[in-house]
Structure formats: C-alpha cells, structure tokens
C-alpha cells in the first residue's frame, strides 16, 4: 500500500469566494498582513502498489477528483507502507 496526499487549488483568476470571505475576516481581526487567501482541498488516500501508480492518481485527479478547468492539483506518493 502506498500513501497518496492530493491537494486541490483554485487556478489563479478563478474567484475564490471563501478564500476572499477568510481574508476579510482575518482582516476585521485585526490580522492586517493577510493579504490574500485561497482555500483548497486535501485528501489522502491508500493506494494499492502497482505498475504505473502515479500515471493511474493522475487519471484519477483528472476524472474525478478535481475539475481541470478550474482547479489545478498535484499530489506526492509516500514510501510503500507495511501493514
């Protein structure tokens, strides 16, 4: 098994409502140095190990788990984990 951590972003120009409503509130808050914030996904996942596994998690992002026109993803593969 091998862990795989996706994370799951807004394209730059893609209004980011949640992202602008954490910046202003930050902001209210006195936290005035934000400037700016994007929210996102993070998922992990279990992967069995296997011939082609990151070109298989790239499909996978591509069908299902983001939108391509809109979201951009990149993910990392974990060392093999031993049960």
Same mark, same amino acid.
């Given at each position: ?9 807004? +394209? &730059?120009?893609?209004?980011?409502? &949640?992202? +602008?409503?954490? &910046? ?7 936290? #005035? @140095?934000?400037? #700016? ?8 996942? &279990?992967?069995? #190990? ?7 998690? +790239?499909?996978?992002?591509? +069908? ?11 993910? #990392?593969? @974990? ?5």
């Amino acid at each position: 098994m091998r862990n795989v951590t996706v994370y799951i972003t807004l +394209k &730059q120009g893609v209004l980011d409502p &949640q992202g +602008k409503a954490i &910046q202003e509130s930050l902001n209210s808050l006195g936290y #005035d @140095e934000v400037k #700016d914030a994007r929210v996102g996904k993070y998922l992990e996942l &279990q992967v069995e #190990d296997g011939p082609n596994l990151e070109e298989r998690v +790239k499909v996978m992002c591509d +069908k299902l788990l983001a939108n391509p026109v809109i979201e951009d993803y990149r993910f #990392d593969v @974990e060392e093999a984990v031993r049960s």
